[in-house]
T-cell receptor, first 115, second 115 residues
Framework: DAGVIQSPRHEVTEMGQEVTLRCKPI?????LFWYRQTMMRGLELLIY????????DSGMPEDRFSAKMPNASFSTLKIQPSEPRDSAVYFC?????????????FGPGTRLLVL | AQSVAQPEDQVNVAEGNPLTVKCTYS??????LFWYVQYPNRGLQFLLK??????LVKGSYGFEAEFNKSQTSFHLKKPSALVSDSALYFC?????????????FGQGTTLQVKP
């Protein structure tokens, strides 16, 4: 299995631009999670989906952030417009929610720099 | 409130010495407990988990963790540290109730193993 795939791995953009991060979860997994990691705030859960349905988006910092999961094999996290304070590493993780399972597997992350 | 605490921001040990990274939790019900490791510029990697059964859980790279229900702790241990174990370690818990797969992560502990 290829694991969780994220693209791009690095993104440099200017303030005000739209940024789209992509994630392909592990095949067969039914939960998907978006996290943000910064030195100041550590690891934060932004939003998660179960069976493609958003369950909890309370971690999304503001309306500039949106996430979709149109099917079981693809999710996007969009920032529009981007701001320098959005600079962080964004991780996607997936898991299979069944009894005694639910280990989350993380992708390599997208390192975002907003100038 | 459900939470996970890693009381030490950093743990320093000499190579060859035993190491312990501490974790305590506060959740309702019987939790699922996890340890993850993050090497520089990488995503989080699953190390081990406790679901039920033997309180001593063995995981990858020679790590083990002991579940202590009375102390609500799940400390990570290794008998003999390696320089290559230097990384950021996260404890996480999934409350027994609810089955969407969400994990609550601690703030992380940096392990520094010196030669």
């Amino acid at each position: 299995d290829a694991g969780v795939i994220q693209s791009p791995r690095h993104e440099v953009t200017e303030m005000g631009q739209e940024v789209t991060l992509r994630c392909k979860p592990i095949s067969g997994h039914n939960s998907l999670f978006w996290y943000r990691q910064t030195m100041m705030r550590g690891l934060e859960l932004l939003i998660y989906f179960n069976n493609n349905v958003p369950i909890d988006d309370s971690g999304m910092p503001e309306d500039r952030f949106s996430a979709k999961m149109p099917n079981a094999s693809f999710s996007t996290l969009k920032i529009q417009p981007s701001e320098p304070r959005d600079s962080a590493v964004y991780f996607c993780a997936s898991s299979l929610v069944l009894a005694n399972q639910e280990t989350q597997y993380f992708g390599p992350g997208t390192r975002l720099l907003v100038l | 409130a459900q939470s996970v605490a890693q009381p030490e921001d950093q743990v320093n040990v000499a190579e060859g010495n035993p190491l312990t990274v501490k974790c305590t939790y506060s959740v309702s019900g019987n939790p699922y407990l996890f340890w993850y490791v993050q090497y520089p510029n990488r995503g989080l990697q699953f190390l081990l988990k406790y679901i039920t059964g033997d309180n001593l859980v063995k995981g990858s790279y020679g790590f083990e963790a002991e579940f202590n229900k009375s102390q609500t702790s799940f400390h990570l241990k290794k008998p003999s540290a390696l320089v290559s174990d230097s990384a950021l370690y996260f404890c996480a818990v999934r409350p027994f109730s609810g089955n969407t797969g969400k994990l609550i992560f601690g703030q992380g502990t940096t392990l520094q193993v010196k030669p």
